[in-house]
């Protein structure tokens, strides 16, 4: 019995492949108000008359190319470093999704179970970068799963390590073996969201997409600005690894929807690289911490596809952090550092 542990939270991933559970989990992540954010009633037509029924059989489908033995690779991910980081730590160490399972409730109640005496939770969200669809709800989420519960322990939670040295050193240490063989561009493939996203998130409601350059320019909004996270991640690594300006780039992916997101897209470049003598390109996802669909399917099943037909020779995807041993000693690091 411990009095401090560790909770790691992920995204998640449907129970199985069967349209039934994929149909259920895209409910539940879609239905998110933090996600798609518009009044509940549209929302519910869209996701549930709409978005649901036509995508569900075909995340289903892609699902399936990527499922393991062990099932959902990010689920099976998440319990390697979770078991990884209790082995280094020494602490407990425990694992919840946003969505589908496990989920917080029942993750804590096992906690309290076998940890009668315990003081502290520290809370370590799997995503480096803040953005209100995924370290805003899974945080909220989690925190209250905990409210409701009126559980005794005190519940801490990491900040976005987005810019943090020890998460620079691992992710360039995971790239820098990709570069040792010829090369004409790195693109850093960031996971999308809507601009609007990032204007609500701007405590100052002025400052986000008012200007080209405004993520050079400082200001308080970013502490909550996923486009200057990504940006301030893709420079650090850039700079660790000696990449010159000019053969590195940074884009986004996995848009949904017709609205304006953040760009450039990832799946447009795939298809222009090539013909701007881009032939040999290295790609890499920061904001994903483990492997899962996005970047098993989109990015080495889709874009390598659309790379190669427009002409690319060498399309090298770098894994995420996974387990990689670097990245199990900064996640107890960040969960070490709060006071």
């Known amino acids: 019995m411990a009095e401090k542990v560790i909770?790691?939270?992920n995204l998640g991933s449907p129970d199985s492949t069967e349209v039934k559970d994929v149909r259920t989990y895209l409910n539940e992540f879609l239905m998110d108000k933090r996600v798609i954010d518009i009044p509940f009633f549209a929302r519910l037509l869209l996701v549930k008359g709409i978005i649901v029924p036509l995508r569900a059989p075909k995340s289903a489908a892609k699902y399936k190319t990527i499922w393991t033995d062990n099932g959902s690779p990010l689920i099976h991910i998440t319990k390697q470093l979770t078991e990884a980081v209790e082995k280094e730590s020494g602490i407990p160490t425990y694992m919840c999704m946003r969505y589908?399972?496990?989920?917080?409730?029942s993750v804590l109640?096992?906690?309290v179970t076998e940890h009668p005496d315990l003081k502290e939770i520290t809370m370590l969200p799997l995503y480096p970068h803040y953005a209100m669809s995924s370290y805003e709800t899974a945080v909220l989420h989690v925190k209250d799963t905990y409210k409701a519960g009126d559980f005794k322990f005190q519940l801490k939670v990491v900040e976005p390590f987005y810019k943090h040295p020890d998460f620079i050193e691992a992710l360039a240490d995971s790239i820098k073996p990709f570069t040792e063989k010829h090369f004409d561009h790195i693109l850093f493939s960031?996971?999308?969201i809507p601009e609007r996203h990032v204007k609500k998130t701007d405590p100052t409601k002025n400052h986000c997409l008012s200007c080209t350059d405004c993520c050079n320019i400082p200001s308080?909004?970013?502490?909550f600005c996923y486009r200057h996270q990504v940006i301030q991640t893709t420079k650090a690594v850039a700079k660790t690894?000696?990449?010159p300006d000019g053969k590195f780039s940074f884009s986004f992916q996995s848009r949904l929807g017709t609205d304006s997101w953040l760009k450039p897209y990832s799946a447009k470049l795939f298809k222009e690289m090539p013909n701007q003598g881009i032939?040999?390109?290295?790609v890499v996802c920061p904001a994903f911490v483990s492997d899962c669909l996005e970047t098993l399917e989109e990015i080495c099943v889709e874009g390598k596809e659309d790379f190669e037909k427009a002409g690319g020779e060498t399309f090298s995807v770098v894994p995420c952090l996974n387990i990689n041993t670097k990245w199990v000693k900064t996640a107890i690091k960040l969960v070490n550092e709060i006071v």
């Open 7 to 9: 909770l790691l939270t």
């Open 100 to 105: 589908a399972n496990p989920t917080p409730q």
């Open 109 to 111: 109640e096992t906690i």
């Open 190 to 192: 960031y996971h999308g």
């Open 220 to 223: 308080e909004t970013h502490k």
């Open 241 to 243: 690894l000696s990449i």
């Open 279 to 282: 032939k040999n390109l290295i």
